[in-house]
Each structure stands twice: as C-alpha cells, then as structure tokens.
C-alpha cells in the first residue's frame, strides 16, 4: 500500500517536472504576437501574428494548440445582436496602416480580456498593442456618439486609465499603436483590458462597450538578460517539487497508522462497542 502511494508521489512530482520543462524549456520564445479575434496572419515585416479566432464562453479560458498564449473573458453582453461572440470583424479598409488585414477583427469583452504569453525568456519586452475602433462609427448621425472607454494593465501594472482608441486615433477605421515596456521574471506576460463601467454602453447598437484590441506582439528587448531574478522561478518550480513530496510523505504516514491501527484492532478480536441507547441495546438483544 505504502509502496504503490510512494509510486503515484514520485510519477506526481515527475510530472510536475516535465510539464514545467514544457512551458519553460523547449520553446523557450523571446517574442510572442497575436492577432486577436483573426486568424494567423504573417505582417509585410514578417512577423507571425497568432491565430486566435476561435469562439470565447461568458468564462472561458483557450490555450493556443501550440501553448504559445491563452486568452481568457469574463462578462456577459447582455444584449447583442449577433449573440456573445466576443470578436468583432468589419469589411472595411482600416487606414494609417500597411497592415489593414490585422485590424478588421478585434477581440471585445464586456468586462476582463486577459492574454498571456507564455514559455518567454525572462527579460524585458517591449509590448506594442494594436488599436483601431471598428464598432462604432464616425459619422456625423446619432451612431457617431457611441464612446468607448477601458484601461490596459500589463503585468500588473496599469498602463491605460479612459483608453478612448477613437480620440487617440482621430476617428474610428484607424489604426493606433500603443508602446510599452514590460518585466518577464517568470516565463509569463500578461496583458488585461478591463471595462470600468465608463463610457456608453449602447450606440451605435446594444453592447457596444467594453474592450477591444486588434493585435498584441511583445518582443525582448535584446541584452536584458538579468532583469528581476529568474532563478526565481527555479525556486518555485523546486518549492512546489518538495510540497509534492512532503505531502506524500505525510499521506503515506496517515495511511500505514490506519492500516496499523486497523490490522491491532482485528487481532484484539471484536469489541463491542454501545453507542446506542440501553432500550435499543435491549431490543437487539431480545431480537438476536
Ligand atoms: C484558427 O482557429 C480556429 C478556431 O480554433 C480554427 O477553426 C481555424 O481552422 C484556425 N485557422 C488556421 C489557419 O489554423
Ligand atoms: C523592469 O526592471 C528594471 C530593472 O529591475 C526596472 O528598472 C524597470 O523599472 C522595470 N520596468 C517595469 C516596466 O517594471
């Protein structure tokens, strides 16, 4: 019994190892890009724009197959027209850019937009989020008045408080991209838009509110090796090990005091025990 227990801790704590390694070493990038809500694309300098087009929960969490980013949203649209699809898409032409294609579909969230990077050499990145206002319009009418309103934090920290892209832009069908820099000490970039409940919810239609981003690409910022401590996480990865095995020592120790104290209890033979009332233990008796 023992032994099998003390098996399980040592493929438990192996597994552990091999699936950090996974995430840490084989494909250890010093660049991620996403082009959120689209497909994979390949930018006129060459870089390689994740695909991430697939359909998102009111909850959900995806992990690109390549486990090179996950996306997560939370919130619900309570009233959408074509249903919560959580992308937003236009046939139009996006203008101040050679690369229109990146920014006709756009990731929108009612609440929280999470994305991270992940398996990312510790060091510091420069972060370039790609803007461009493709659900609410410019006109002059009534469906020009619609504002949309978010903050950005990366890593934390919070980088954007009112983000108005269409402000920012100097209308909405443009393009806007956003610069910044950002620590990775643990393999790990995360990027969150987040709604704050400012702006208008409804013009030009029902739930046009909340964040939104057409494309994400972080890339290292070379000679920055010893930023943060990365052994760090080495020694999370060793901390977590020695919880595994401290915690099978500890289930195979309650276990072998069962077993003993159940094989003692067997051999004093059987004890009858009363914890009954005395007019139950009565009827028992006279029923036997
Ligand atoms: C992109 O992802 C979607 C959803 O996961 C999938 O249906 C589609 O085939 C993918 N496209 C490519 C080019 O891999
Ligand atoms: C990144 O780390 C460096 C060195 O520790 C620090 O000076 C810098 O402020 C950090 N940058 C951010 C954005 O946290």
Not at 239 to 253: D, L, Q, S, Y
Request: charged share 20%; aromatic share 10%.
């Amino acid at each position: 019994m023992a032994v099998l227990i003390l098996f399980c801790c040592f493929f438990a704590s192996l597994h552990q190892i091999s699936a950090q390694q996974q995430l840490t070493d084989p494909a250890e990038d010093s660049s991620f890009s996403i082009n959120c809500g689209g497909e994979d694309q390949i930018s006129a300098t060459g870089i390689h724009f994740y695909n991430d087009s697939q359909k998102l929960g009111s909850a959900s969490l995806y992990v690109s197959p390549e486990g090179h980013f996950a996306v997560s949203n939370t919130g619900v649209f309570i009233s959408y027209p074509n249903g919560p699809q959580y992308i937003a898409s236009t046939d139009s032409q996006i203008t101040r850019t050679l690369e229109s294609e990146l920014y006709k579909t756009a990731r929108i969230s009612p609440s929280s937009l999470r994305y991270y990077g992940f398996g990312l050499e510790n060091g510091k990145y420069n972060v370039e989020l790609h803007f461009a206002e493709i659900a609410m319009e410019d006109s002059i009418s009534w469906k020009g008045l619609g504002r949309r309103l978010f903050d950005v934090y990366i890593q934390g920290e919070r980088v954007l408080q009112d983000f108005n892209i269409q402000d920012e832009a100097g209308g909405s069908k443009r393009a806007l991209v956003k610069k910044f820099e950002a620590n990775v000490s643990n393999s790990i970039m995360e990027v969150h838009l987040f709604w704050a409940g400012k702006g208008t919810c409804c013009i030009p239609y029902q739930g046009t509110y909340g964040p939104l981003v057409s494309a994400i690409h972080a890339y290292k910022v070379s000679g920055s090796d010893d930023v943060g401590s990365p052994s760090k996480s080495d020694k999370k990865r060793v901390g977590r090990i020695v919880g595994v095995i401290i915690g099978c020592i500890g289930a195979v120790f309650i276990v072998s005091s069962i077993v003993y104290l159940w094989r003692t209890k067997e051999k004093t033979g059987h004890v009858l025990v009363y914890t009954e009332s005395p007019r139950r233990k009565l009827d028992r008796l006279v029923r036997v």
